[in-house]
């Protein structure tokens, strides 16, 4: 994709752009605010609701009862309202099985920092490889390495218990870091290191996913390609600071070795997104530097936090799978006795679960029913204002949510709106509407965005 915004086609070339940066502003940096996000994201909302879309209408009279079914089924799922965060660690509990313990149990006797790297290195690389994979495909467990019950997308199967969809790709990345697949160390497999995420290619992610022509996941070579890219900017990371070329290295990063006990949760985003802005290849550039998740949109508008700015006007923000990655660190810095601070300065998720919810509880509506047949790309103008809106409104239901349930923003956080939450509630009514649960809309996926 790599596309110049359609407005500015004379975009500055990369050295340009390096050029004029200062070392204490990125040229990008106002796009890496989450408030940024939300701002952009509001200005598409209100544009919508003008009447100017070609694709959606907004129907605010079926909030109420989207609130409602969140909220029920937020009950239904933590009666003691004891919410967690949406993470990538609900996954590794998938069929009832405590998987972190098993881990910890592994990593036993290591140092509080030890622990921690291990827990960011397995978290960064399964978030990366969790990006849908699509309504065929499961994954087997192996027999006795996953016994349990209770609540995910699994089933019994020949040889131990099955998953599919996101619970699918978490057990079997999960299986495959103890497994030592992305470990370059023979005698030290519960590791993630440059040396050995660039070796990943298709044909290993094949054999992690169990995938096969009538077993498919989609987008394995853009997972593939994600993870390689992942090895050489953290291999260009440790060059240039010092630090183990893994994903651990964001810990000591965030942490200063260990000795900082409080984070905020837009320190960790502003971290990710400034190291791994190099392997955001099928994202956007602006200014001629590699973007990531952000996306033209004709009423994107220029806020930001404090005013607006003009140089990247016209461009909305999500950095989805970098937001997803956040809301999975936070916990492991918990577990190193890390306080995060600011855990609803972060949006809601705008991926087809959240965003499918708004649309099949008749939230959004499409102006032509046909556009639902048609297969979408990230960056098609419709996609892009489906996700604004799912982040724009997401915000409405979480504040809806928490009225209902008599929780505030501080007790129930939008992380804990989406797990108890938005998410399910997406894959629930989907489940309701089509059999085989797929999302209200065709999404041409490679792997690093949906």
Same mark, same amino acid.
């Given at each position: 994709?790599?596309?110049?915004?359609?407005?500015?086609?004379?975009?500055?070339?990369?050295?340009?752009?390096?050029?004029?940066?200062?070392?204490?502003?990125?040229?990008?940096?106002?796009?890496? !605010?989450?408030?940024?996000?939300? +701002?952009?994201?509001?200005?598409?909302?209100?544009?919508?609701?003008?009447? @100017?879309?070609?694709?959606?209408?907004?129907?605010?009279?079926?909030?109420?009862?989207?609130?409602?079914?969140?909220?029920?089924?937020?009950?239904?799922?933590?009666?003691?309202? =004891?919410?967690?965060?949406?993470?990538?660690?609900?996954?590794?509990?998938?069929?009832?099985?405590?998987?972190? %313990? *098993?881990?910890?149990?592994?990593?036993?006797?290591?140092?509080?920092?030890?622990?921690?790297? %291990?827990?960011? !290195?397995?978290?960064?690389?399964?978030?990366?490889?969790?990006?849908?994979?699509?309504?065929?495909?499961?994954?087997?467990?192996?027999?006795?390495?996953?016994?349990?019950?209770?609540?995910?997308?699994?089933?019994?199967?020949?040889?131990?218990?099955?998953?599919?969809?996101?619970?699918?790709?978490?057990?079997?990345?999960?299986?495959?870091?103890?497994?030592?697949?992305?470990?370059?160390?023979?005698?030290?497999? +519960?590791?993630?290191?440059?040396?050995?995420?660039?070796?990943?290619?298709?044909?290993?992610?094949?054999?992690?996913?169990?995938?096969?022509?009538?077993?498919? &996941?989609?987008?394995?070579?853009?997972? %593939?390609?994600?993870?390689?890219?992942?090895?050489?900017?953290?291999?260009?990371? =440790? %060059?240039?600071?010092?630090?183990?070329?893994?994903?651990?290295?964001?810990? !000591?990063?965030?942490? *200063?070795?260990?000795?900082?006990?409080?984070?905020?949760?837009?320190?960790?985003?502003?971290?990710?997104?400034?190291?791994?802005?190099?392997?955001?290849?099928?994202?956007?550039?602006?200014?001629?530097?590699?973007?990531?998740?952000? #996306?033209?949109?004709?009423?994107?508008?220029?806020? &930001?936090?404090?005013? &607006?700015?003009?140089?990247?006007? /016209?461009?909305?923000?999500?950095?989805?799978?970098?937001?997803?990655?956040?809301?999975?660190?936070?916990?492991?810095?918990?577990?190193?006795?890390?306080?995060?601070? /600011?855990?609803?300065?972060?949006?809601?998720?705008?991926?087809?679960?959240?965003?499918?919810?708004?649309?099949?509880?008749?939230?959004?509506?499409?102006?032509?029913?046909?556009?639902?047949?048609?297969? #979408?790309?990230?960056?098609?103008?419709?996609? @892009?204002? #489906?996700?604004?809106?799912?982040?724009?409104?997401?915000?409405? &239901?979480? *504040?809806?949510?928490?009225?209902?349930?008599?929780?505030?923003?501080?007790?129930?956080?939008?992380?804990?709106?989406?797990?108890?939450?938005?998410?399910?509630?997406?894959?629930?009514?989907?489940?309701?509407?089509?059999?085989?649960?797929?999302?209200?809309?065709?999404?041409?996926?490679? /792997?690093?965005?949906?």
């Amino acid at each position: 994709m790599n596309e110049q915004h359609p407005l500015n086609p004379n975009s500055d070339t990369p050295d340009n752009a390096r050029a004029r940066a200062t070392p204490s502003r990125h040229p990008l940096a106002p796009l890496r !605010d989450p408030g940024t996000v939300r +701002l952009r994201c509001q200005a598409v909302l209100r544009s919508v609701e003008d009447g @100017v879309s070609p694709f959606f209408s907004v129907r605010r009279e079926a909030l109420p009862a989207v609130a409602e079914r969140v909220a029920a089924l937020t009950r239904r799922r933590f009666p003691d309202l =004891a919410i967690p965060l949406h993470s990538r660690w609900r996954h590794f509990e998938a069929g009832g099985v405590d998987r972190r %313990a *098993q881990l910890d149990a592994l990593l036993a006797g290591r140092s509080v920092g030890e622990r921690a790297r %291990a827990h960011f !290195d397995l978290t960064v690389v399964s978030v990366l490889l969790d990006a849908g994979a699509g309504p065929q495909w499961r994954y087997t467990e192996p027999l006795g390495e996953g016994a349990g019950q209770g609540a995910g997308d699994s089933d019994s199967g020949p040889s131990g218990r099955v998953y599919q969809r996101s619970e699918g790709l978490g057990v079997a990345s999960f299986r495959a870091f103890l497994a030592g697949t992305f470990s370059s160390t023979p005698d030290d497999p +519960l590791r993630a290191d440059a040396a050995a995420l660039q070796r990943i290619d298709a044909s290993v992610l094949r054999a992690v996913f169990q995938a096969s022509p009538s077993n498919p &996941v989609v987008g394995l070579e853009g997972r %593939a390609g994600l993870l390689a890219r992942l090895g050489q900017a953290l291999q260009a990371e =440790a %060059a240039r600071t010092g630090g183990p070329s893994r994903p651990g290295l964001f810990y !000591d990063r965030l942490t *200063q070795g260990g000795t900082l006990t409080t984070v905020s949760a837009t320190a960790v985003l502003g971290e990710l997104l400034a190291s791994m802005a190099p392997i955001w290849t099928s994202g956007s550039r602006v200014q001629g530097l590699p973007a990531g998740d952000v #996306w033209p949109h004709l009423w994107a508008g220029a806020a &930001v936090p404090g005013g &607006v700015d003009s140089t990247t006007s /016209g461009w909305v923000p999500f950095h989805k799978l970098s937001q997803w990655l956040t809301y999975s660190l936070l916990e492991p810095l918990q577990w190193a006795g890390v306080q995060v601070t /600011g855990l609803d300065a972060l949006t809601g998720l705008p991926e087809y679960r959240n965003g499918g919810l708004l649309l099949d509880a008749g939230v959004l509506v499409l102006r032509d029913p046909r556009l639902a047949a048609r297969v #979408w790309k990230p960056s098609d103008p419709l996609i @892009v204002e #489906w996700r604004a809106l799912t982040v724009a409104l997401l915000d409405e &239901v979480a *504040q809806r949510v928490r009225a209902v349930l008599g929780k505030t923003a501080e007790e129930l956080p939008m992380a804990g709106v989406l797990e108890g939450g938005t998410w399910a509630a997406g894959r629930e009514i989907a489940r309701e509407l089509r059999e085989d649960g797929s999302p209200p809309l065709r999404l041409d996926s490679d /792997g690093t965005v949906f």
